[in-house]
């Protein structure tokens, strides 16, 4: 009776910490917004290694650190609670860090030059009116297969450039190749065309969702077939599902730019 108690604390204590990076982290209690403490710090120092967007290892278990646990969940097809359990802490301890497409291309290397330089220029560069369509379907095709390209481009804060891009930088640089100046921030670029159901969007329509505060805080150009062409901040410029598990609850609406 006592070497069966003795086995089963052993085993308890063994599953009560897991090995994260060079770390141990406590797997016990759960960890969730307001968590404070050495566990949280531990969780946000993994979390950055591993790519995700941390800008501050503090440990407290803000709407910064909660955003980027979801999107960890999402990408390791966990359940998306933002909290972090036994499951998430074992696929931390088994993640590898992000990888990203390098930039080889020789024309968008230039493109950086550029814009570094200030001396990018663009044709017609001609200011899109709000509240109205501006965009005919045969340039909604070219401003998409623009936005392609940067596929891979890393997620950069303030980014406005291939070095990298935050959401609304990357769709004001891809309108901006194509002869056209949106509104800078996300929920400028909110004011742009009509809304409209996602039944009704069409290619190069956009889509727009809450993350770290109310209202509109992330935007993306809608590509086809319910997906949407954006900048993650854990895997920089990607294509995603409408209906994706982090995205859908979060979906704030669409808008429709393309001329009808």
Known sequence: MKSSLIIILMTAFAMFFIDVG??????????????????????QEKLKDLGYEI??????FGPETKRAVEQFQTDNKLSVTGTVNNSTWRALKNAKPLKLVKITDKKIKNEIKSENNLSGKFIDNRLVP?????????????????????IGVPYVFGGTT???FDCSGFL??????????????????????KKVKTSELELGDLVF???Y?????HCGIYVGNGKFLHTSSSRGVRIDDLNNVYWAPRFYGAKKIVEV
């Open 130 to 150: 709000l509240g109205r369509y501006f965009l005919n379907k045969a340039k909604a095709k070219a401003v998409v297969e623009t936005g392609k390209k940067y």
């Open 213 to 217: 505060e109310p209202g509109v805080s």
């Open 55 to 60: 800008s501050v290892i503090d440990g407290e």
């Open 172 to 193: 004001q640089y891809i309108f901006k190749q194509n002869g056209m100046t949106i509104p800078r921030l996300a929920d400028e670029q909110y004011q742009l065309g």
């Open 22 to 43: 060079n770390s141990i982290a406590y797997a016990s209690p759960t960890l969730s917004i307001n968590s404070t403490g050495s566990d949280v710090k531990i969780l």
């Open 162 to 164: 291939p070095a990298g």
């Open 209 to 211: 969702f809450t993350t």
